[in-house]
């Protein structure tokens, strides 16, 4: 049974940092890639960003361009993003996919297969 398991969520001011992790589990961790996607109140599943767990290729959204770190731990099957300088307008549940369709990685949520059930990320002004 495929299963992603989001952690790390939580309650922050404006300008502080957050690590979320995802532990996945059911299927060769090297042979997917992972995508971080978040949906605000009232909007659509965004992708800020997303890992080729194989070579380690990322994509940022311009919104998260030189705030957030996607990183991976092959050996521990968990994939981590780091975010900073938090905006209130990072607020938002934040999910982590799983796409079978490679490892190349993919910024449309219909590209991905399996999901974590959300955190919830605040951040206060």
């Known amino acids: 049974e495929v299963q992603l398991v989001e952690s790390g969520g939580g309650l922050v001011q404006a300008g502080g940092s957050l690590r979320l992790s995802c532990a996945v589990s059911?299927?060769?961790?090297?042979?997917?890639?992972i995508g971080w996607f978040r949906q605000a109140p009232g909007k659509g599943r965004e992708a800020v960003s997303c890992?080729?767990?194989?070579?380690?290729?990322?994509y940022y959204a311009d919104s998260a361009k030189g705030r957030f770190t996607i990183s991976r731990d092959n050996d521990k099957n968990t994939v981590f993003l780091q975010m900073k300088n938090l905006k209130p307008e990072d607020t938002a549940v934040y999910y982590c996919?799983?796409?079978?369709?490679?490892?190349?990685?993919?910024?449309?949520?219909?590209?991905?297969?399996?999901w974590g059930q959300g955190t919830q990320v605040t951040v206060s002004s």
């Open positions: 996919a799983a796409s079978k369709s490679g490892t190349t990685w993919r910024t449309n949520s219909w590209e991905y297969d399996y």
């Open positions: 059911g299927f060769t961790f090297g042979d997917y890639a």
């Open positions: 890992i080729n767990t194989k070579d380690g290729d990322t």
